[in-house]
């Protein structure tokens, strides 16, 4: 993430309203000049705001004294919904005070710092407002327990690798951060102990060059060489890198339309390629990184000549849009697309890119490389980015943050509409901590960790919790290592999403389900699964790993997701299903023949570019006069669930035709000869 995105952010207030904020500035400079400072000291004896469910959980805190007569500080416990969890509680100023965590049960809790004295400033906020400080309670999770996993779709920016509660996907390298040496060893270390895969970022250095000149041959040498001594050293430490990033929204900071930016790209992208090559690493992809929604950005990529060495759109996706910023996944509210009668202007937004890549000869592959959205920031929880205070108006050219629980919300919700899309490999969260505590730049609150001023290494990732570090971290203890089977609409306003455990042995899977538009809505559960009852329901816990409870069959919904466990109880397999195709790679015209085995089905039916139904005992069928890259879907389901698996089939274009004729010779007198002779291809 850059400072692109601040451009959207500053294009949405016009002059009138830039003054209204400097008049703000300097009402708030004046009523804050005379602020007292408290200096908040906590310490949880090095759990880095973490706690295991069900050990003990407790904080000691000390403040300085604010010097001013009955001036207090006071804390309070509060869930991420804002709700009170404790009474408020008034600190002794440079006394450590000891407090426990008002439960030990998996979830967020936030402490509140608040003052009863206009004069008393949190830093960094300003005098009169609360800082909150968060705490997250989870299920155990050791690193050891983590397994290197390039299958998953979890992914991280600036990620902690130290996080036990990550898995899959995480990019926080960049090549000329340091040496080849090292960053060859630091790759190694991400992968080896931290069962991490890295994406490294090429930009900077070498890659940068001017594009409003063709790139010399010394530049794409220069290049070249620094990306083969990296290589060199991967290679020789045993490491590996399936996936580099070339440049990172180049669109969005202009450099796309300059005159020679697509020719350059072509000319890097091909020199790193034969790199790779030299050294038989012909697997390696290259992503290459846009950003929002300008679609004739992504037309023009997928036309150049540089396409052709990209492997992988990544588009860096973030809804800004005034006074309706960041609207929920599932809501209508695509640019220039009209109405939806599903909505989800995510899938939608992927589906045109998806679209936009196969009618253009763009990358086939895609990866959701930056996703989020900026908290309101740790200042007034209802106010906007900017000071605090009242809003200049109208209310639509000022960016919006999100509260603590909405960040929550939209951040699972986004995960399992991309997901159900089939189209996007990984979605990488922007980002794991906040790199900065500035109350008016959206940019510094897009974390799940509050920042640690001062703070540099491990340790400035390593803040204080929001409540989206909880849910990220449920989620992916959740999904991670299920299976996406299917995402059904039971009723117009339920959303609910079918997971299987390929490892089960009992039939085990998960239901995530939630109410939108928001409502509470109280459904049969054999309505999100067919067959399924109260017996079988393992648990139900909602997006912070809090126990929900069930009425018999019947389970209440609202607009927040939750996670519902279930299993057969009665030993009865999961389904499983495998489907294969042969050839995976023809000519346009040609044929491939689709096998699929089937266990423990009762019913098969088949989706993507094929339908229908399907034997559930296995069976073949041939493919015929094949025009364009497809894939198919089989989905199966028994007694003990559902499964599914896919396989693409890539039809590559017929060449086009040549001829060529020739006469000898070319100039006769009249009454003599010439030959002609053609070929054709």
């Excluded at 919300?409 to 979605?427: D, F, N, P």
């Excluded at 109410?515 to 648990?539: C, F, Q, W």
């Excluded at 698996?645 to 086009?656: E, G, K, Q, R, Y």
Aim: proline share 6%.
């Amino acid at each position: 993430m850059n400072s692109n995105r601040e451009v959207a952010f500053l294009n949405a207030m016009d002059a009138n309203h830039y003054i209204l904020r400097l008049l703000a500035l300097f009402a708030l400079t004046v009523s804050t000049a005379f602020a007292v400072d408290i200096d908040i000291d906590i310490n949880d004896n090095g759990a880095d705001y973490v706690f295991t469910s069900g050990a003990p959980a407790s904080v000691t805190v000390t403040v300085s004294d604010p010097g001013i007569s009955g001036a207090d500080v006071m804390v309070q416990w509060l869930d991420p919904e804002r709700n009170p969890l404790s009474s408020v509680i008034t600190l002794t100023p440079s006394q450590p005070t000891p407090l426990t965590l008002p439960s030990n049960v998996t979830g967020h809790y936030d402490l509140r710092f608040t003052t009863n004295n206009n004069n008393v400033r949190f830093p960094p906020q300003d005098a009169s407002y609360h800082l909150d400080y968060g705490f997250s309670v989870l299920p155990a999770k050791t690193l050891s327990q983590r397994q290197l996993d390039h299958n998953s779709f979890f992914g991280m920016v600036h990620a902690g690798a130290q996080d036990p509660y990550l898995a899959g996907w995480i990019k926080t390298k960049s090549w000329i951060q340091t040496s080849p040496y090292w960053l060859a060893f630091e790759i190694g270390e991400l992968q080896n102990d931290y069962k991490l895969q890295e994406i490294p970022l090429i930009s900077g250095g070498p890659w940068s060059t001017s594009n409003d000149v063709a790139i010399t041959s010394t530049q794409l040498n220069a290049l070249g060489d620094r990306f083969g001594d990296t290589l060199d050293e991967l290679i020789s430490q045993g490491g590996s890198v399936p996936i580099w990033q070339l440049g990172v929204e180049e669109n969005g900071s202009g450099q796309s339309d300059r005159a020679f930016y697509y020719q350059n790209l072509a000319a890097k992208a091909a020199r790193l390629k034969s790199e790779l090559s030299s050294r038989g690493l012909n697997d390696v992809a290259f992503m290459n990184s846009y950003v929002n929604f300008d679609y004739s950005d992504y037309v023009e990529m997928a036309q150049s000549d540089a396409a052709q060495y990209i492997d992988i759109l990544g588009f860096d996706t973030y809804k800004w849009r005034p006074g309706t910023d960041f609207e929920t996944p599932e809501s209508d509210g695509l640019p220039g697309t009209g109405g939806h009668v599903d909505g989800e202007w995510l899938k939608h937004h992927i589906e045109r890119l998806k679209q936009i890549m196969t009618d253009n000869g763009g990358p086939s592959r895609m990866i959701m490389a930056e996703y989020g959205m900026p908290h309101h920031g740790n200042n007034n929880p209802n106010g906007w980015f900017g000071y605090p205070g009242p809003q200049p108006a109208p209310q639509t050219t000022v960016t919006l943050g999100g509260s603590r629980d909405y960040v929550s919300r939209y951040l699972v919700k986004s995960h399992l509409i991309a997901m159900a899309t089939g189209l996007v490999e990984q979605l990488h969260v922007y980002n794991y901590y906040d790199r900065g505590n500035d109350p008016q730049y959206p940019e510094h609150h897009f974390g799940l960790r509050s920042h640690v001023p001062g703070a540099s290494g491990d340790a400035k990732r390593l803040g204080p919790t929001k409540p989206a570090y909880v849910a990220y971290a449920m989620m992916v203890d959740a999904l991670d290592a299920l299976n996406f089977v299917t995402h059904t609409l039971p009723q117009t306003n339920i959303w609910n999403y079918e997971f299987t455990d390929p490892n089960g042995s009992n039939g085990e899977g998960m239901l995530v389900a939630w109410a939108y538009p928001e409502a509470n809505v109280t459904v049969d559960i054999a309505s999100l699964k067919s067959g399924l009852d109260g017996s079988r329901v393992d648990s139900v816990v909602d997006l912070y790993g809090r126990p929900v409870s069930m009425s018999g069959n019947n389970i209440t919904l609202n607009g927040s997701p939750k996670y519902i466990a279930f299993s057969n109880g009665g030993g009865v397999n999961a389904p499983s299903v495998s489907l294969a195709a042969n050839p995976t790679t023809v000519s346009e015209g040609d044929s491939s023949t689709l096998t699929w085995t089937v266990s423990d089905a009762t019913s098969c039916t088949a989706s993507d570019d094929w339908s229908g139904s399907k034997t559930a005992t296995g069976g073949s069928q041939v493919m015929s006069n094949l025009t364009a890259t497809s894939t198919y879907t089989l989905i199966c389901t028994g007694a003990g669930g559902s499964a599914s698996d896919s396989v693409t089939i890539t039809v590559n274009p017929l060449p086009v035709p040549t001829v060529s004729i020739d006469a000898n010779p070319k100039s006769v007198n009249a009454g003599d000869s010439s030959l002609l002779t053609w070929s054709s291809t």
